[in-house]
């Protein structure tokens, strides 16, 4: 089976691991509204801030770190209400 053109194998999957959050709906709001910006769906916007935010971090095979050296807090305090702490 093809995706694409003829002769065009699909991509292997390579996103395995699954996350569940909860946010509040002012940040559901946000999310969406820059999704729809980027012309993504939010759960690719926030794969997208997450791949930026770990870039360079343990995954050397990753490209370049295109967050500017910020962290996910630094990433998702645009958000209101925001707070990221470890765990």
Do not use: C, H, W
């Amino acid at each position: 089976m093809t995706a694409g053109g003829v002769g065009e194998m699909a991509k292997p999957i390579e996103n395995t691991e699954r996350i569940s959050t909860y946010v509040k709906p002012e940040q559901l709001e946000l999310l969406k509204a820059k999704a729809k910006e980027k012309g993504m769906t939010v759960s690719g916007y926030i794969r997208l801030l997450i791949i930026e935010g770990t870039e360079g971090q343990g995954n050397p095979d990753r490209r370049q770190d295109k967050s500017g050296g910020k962290d996910l807090a630094e990433i998702f305090s645009g958000l209101p209400g925001a707070a990221i702490r470890e765990v």
